[in-house]
């Protein structure tokens, strides 16, 4: 049972790591443009659930013209959860 366990833990750590790879690539091509990792971190940030995260993505990818197909917005979501706000589902 317990190599079960370990096996389950590591695929889903294997089948998010390509995602925040491409989040992380896309997000440095396209958001640092505007703004550095600092934003994130903020005391008074706007983002307050996943919901708002993906929301601010998606705003961020239209109004920069990114042309991000969904699954490149849902890759950035998943760095920026994994890398700085932690949300759970």
Known sequence: MK??????????????????????????????RCHGGEIYTRFESRIESHVDLRRQVSFCSSNLSAGW???????????????????KD
Do not use: Q, R, W
């Open 3 to 32: 190599k079960i366990l370990m096996l389950l833990a590591l695929f889903t750590i294997s089948a998010n790591a390509p995602a925040n790879e491409e989040g992380k690539e896309l997000h440095d091509e396209t958001c640092t």
């Open 69 to 87: 197909f969904p699954e490149e917005e849902e890759a950035v979501v998943d760095f920026l959860n994994t890398t700085y706000y932690k949300f």
